[in-house]
């Protein structure tokens, strides 16, 4: 394992708490069951802690981090092989990679537009969205908290989801040509 020296350990930290959610949402393309895609992000920080001292300071950091978290997963692919029923040719998980890294910077755009239009948001649309999306709260409990029938609550987020799309829409739209 390779040793942190001089302010290595600080600029590490720096950048992996930086670029984290970036790398957790390009394996989540990956592996989209969460818990193997959080099981392979702290195997790729460890990854990325050892060979620390060869990242090359004048590249950017993601691609180089991401290289890694697509190294892991191919690895745990690999070993999940026997329990998997479905696996992905290596060359269609390539492709994606690559579809991802190069979506990643108009990705990182739509993000920073959903955190602004959640803001415009009734409070009970914004209540509905956190209980769903970020709290992951069970569509039942959902639907007794805001006493709204099964229907009614998935017609209301379906809404609110349009809602967003089409503000983050706008919002890259405008700034894309300011």
């Not at 790398?23 to 099981?39: Q, V």
């Not at 029938?149 to 706008?170: G, W």
Request: charged share 30%; aromatic share 8%; with cysteine.
């Amino acid at each position: 394992m390779s040793q942190f020296n001089d302010g290595n350990q600080e600029l590490f930290v720096t950048l992996i708490t930086a670029n984290y959610d970036h790398l957790r949402r390009y394996i989540y393309t990956l592996l989209p069951h969460e818990e193997d895609t959080k099981d392979v992000l702290q195997e790729v920080c460890i990854a990325i802690s050892q060979k620390f001292d060869q990242y090359d300071r004048t590249r950017p950091f993601l691609p180089w981090a991401c290289r890694f978290a697509y190294l892991k997963v191919l690895k745990f692919l690999e070993q999940q092989r026997p329990r998997r029923m479905v696996r992905l040719p290596t060359e269609l998980l390539e492709l994606l990679a690559q579809t991802r890294e190069e979506e990643e910077p108009i990705l990182a755009e739509r993000l920073v537009a959903l955190q602004k239009c959640l803001g415009k948001l009734s409070d009970s649309d914004h209540k509905l969205i956190q209980a769903r999306y970020i709290d992951r709260v069970p569509t039942e409990q959902i639907a007794r908290r805001f006493t709204l029938s099964r229907r009614t609550l998935f017609r209301s987020l379906e809404r609110v989801r349009r809602l967003l799309f089409e503000c983050i829409d706008r919002s890259v739209l405008l700034e894309g040509h300011l």
